[in-house]
């Protein structure tokens, strides 16, 4: 099957990313995690598997590196804005 | 909402993990669907919904590319949908569609009926249609 990879906007994760997507889909999709996260960040994303480095870059919301830590780019905005979204509400559009 | 409520059986097209399915996939996919619910007695709608021209988490997310979605809406009026079937998966990335494979999934059942557009309106990071096939 042809698929759309290589340089394409989304690529398929590397394995070695498999906790941090997780975490991240957590955050888009699970409202107890999202506020698990949001009262202790560091208890929520160890329990959640993710390593020193892990931690740093999505305490940071550095998107590039996060990207190229492995990170489906979808799971990184939906996660970022799941959780400003909790923090206030906005006018996105 | 009427009463009883109507069933919805949702469908789920995968658009954003590789490997997605092709955009010719989705069509005949959808014309399989066409197919059965043609032989339906039910009334049936089919709703696809997907963002035109959105590169969510990405550096495009504020460059979409409206013009793509302009010549999809002339081809969809024009009663041409099958010609989205041949666009390619890099295409629709590219173009920040890549969830229009709701949409051709849905061609596929109404095949080259033309369509009613009823709006496009562009925003700062995205492309909203209303786009309607009368049965």
């Known amino acids: 099957m042809r698929t759309v990879d290589g340089d394409a906007h989304y690529r398929f994760p590397p394995a070695s990313a498999y906790r941090l997507n997780r975490c991240l889909f957590a955050l888009k999709s699970d409202a107890v995690f999202r506020k698990s996260f949001q009262q202790d960040a560091t208890r929520a994303m160890t329990e959640a598997g993710l390593d020193d480095r892990e931690q740093k870059l999505l305490l940071a919301g550095d998107r590039d590196a996060l990207v190229a830590a492995g990170a489906h780019p979808y799971l990184v905005f939906m996660a970022e804005l799941r959780v400003r979204m909790d923090r206030s509400a906005f006018e996105y559009f | ?135």
């Open chain 2, 1 to 135: 909402m009427p009463d009883p409520a109507p069933p919805i059986v949702p469908l789920h097209v995968n658009v954003y993990l590789p490997p997605q399915p092709t955009p010719r996939r989705c069509y005949e996919w959808g014309r399989a669907l066409g197919e059965i619910l043609g032989a339906r007695p039910e009334r049936v709608a089919l709703i696809a919904s997907g963002g035109m021209s959105h590169y969510p988490g990405t550096d495009r997310y504020a460059s979409p590319d409206v013009d793509w979605d302009r010549r999809v809406l002339e081809t969809l009026a024009a009663g041409r949908g099958r010609e989205l079937a041949a666009v390619t998966g890099e295409e629709l990335d590219k173009t920040g569609n890549i969830e229009l494979r709701t949409w051709i999934t849905l061609l596929g059942a109404v095949g080259d009926r033309p369509a009613d557009v009823y709006c496009y309106e562009p925003s700062w990071h995205h492309g909203n249609a209303i786009v309607e096939w009368r049965l």
